[in-house]
């Protein structure tokens, strides 16, 4: 009789276990999804400050706010991706697009007019690629 108690309650412990690895494995799967879809979000909404951005630049003459307005949007689009993720290849991503943006910022505060946006949406690119699931 005592064998059998002991078995049960072997066969308990075994069973919560597996229950615990079990539930872990399943939030960690869950926990990377919701991270890739942040970083697709985050990335949609780069796109579209991008967009803004080309749009400002080719509108600074009339209004020259709206630039640095695009500019501090991605910039700040970036830091949600940055601090949400461990992925090295989004991290590099994301570095080569805040350097484009700076450099896009350099430019307009030096006067050029027409600064080359193609670094901006090609990171941009390169981000939305590596973000996709």
Do not use: F, H, Y
């Not at 494995?25 to 970083?39: F, H, Q, S, Y």
């Not at 700040?76 to 991503?93: C, E, F, Q, Y």
């Amino acid at each position: 009789m005592a064998a059998t108690r002991r078995r049960g309650r072997l066969a308990a412990v075994a069973a919560a276990v597996a229950t615990v690895a079990l539930t872990a494995g399943l939030t960690t799967g869950c926990d990377a999804v919701n991270k890739a879809l942040d970083c697709v979000q985050t990335a949609d909404s780069i796109a579209d400050s991008v967009t803004d951005l080309q749009q400002a630049v080719e509108n600074a003459a009339k209004d020259p706010t709206q630039a640095d307005a695009s500019l501090d949007s991605i910039e700040k689009d970036l830091k949600k991706i940055g601090d949400k993720t461990d992925n090295a290849d989004v991290n590099k991503a994301v570095d080569s697009l805040d350097k484009a943006v700076g450099n896009v910022r350099t430019a307009l505060k030096n006067g050029d007019k027409t600064p080359d946006l193609s670094p901006v949406t090609d990171a941009a690119g390169q981000l939305t690629k590596v973000c996709t699931p």
